[in-house]
């Protein structure tokens, strides 16, 4: 196991697991010479923040799978692409298109709330060059 800084996953994944690395890694470490087994890797957060020597990794979804293919074999991505996730405000949504970005609206879930509104969040998904 490396003793390396953690590396940022190159996707932000819905479902992300890289909250639960600190509490995988004291379980992780008296196995570290095995192989880790991840059937749902998404973003690679949990594989990147252990840092097995050796890993088997999968997904469900065949896009994402053949995306790290390609950044194993060496992918550059030379295009700046951005996406941004905000509550959907007019104001919001006016910054966006000045901006020159595309914008959909999602019905997002609300897991967290301040007033314990647990209903479907309106949010802008903005983007550019993707």
């Not at 600190?22 to 690679?44: D, K, S, T």
Request: charged fraction near 25%; proline fraction near 8%; hydrophobic fraction near 40%.
């Amino acid at each position: 196991m490396s003793a390396s800084p953690v590396t940022r996953p190159p996707l932000k994944w819905a479902g992300g697991k890289r909250w639960q690395v600190p509490y995988l890694r004291p379980l992780w470490q008296p196995h570290a010479r095995r192989r880790l087994v991840e059937p749902f890797c998404g973003g690679l957060a949990v594989a990147l923040g252990l840092r097995p020597e050796r890993a088997l990794l999968n997904d469900t979804n065949p896009h994402v799978i053949d995306f790290y293919g390609w950044l194993q074999r060496g992918l550059r991505v030379t295009v700046r692409m951005e996406n941004l996730v905000n509550q959907a405000t007019e104001r919001v949504e006016r910054l966006y298109r000045k901006l020159g970005f595309a914008v959909t609206f999602l019905d997002a879930p609300r897991r967290i709330s301040c007033n314990g509104d647990r209903g479907p969040a309106r949010e802008i998904l903005g983007t550019r060059n993707v």
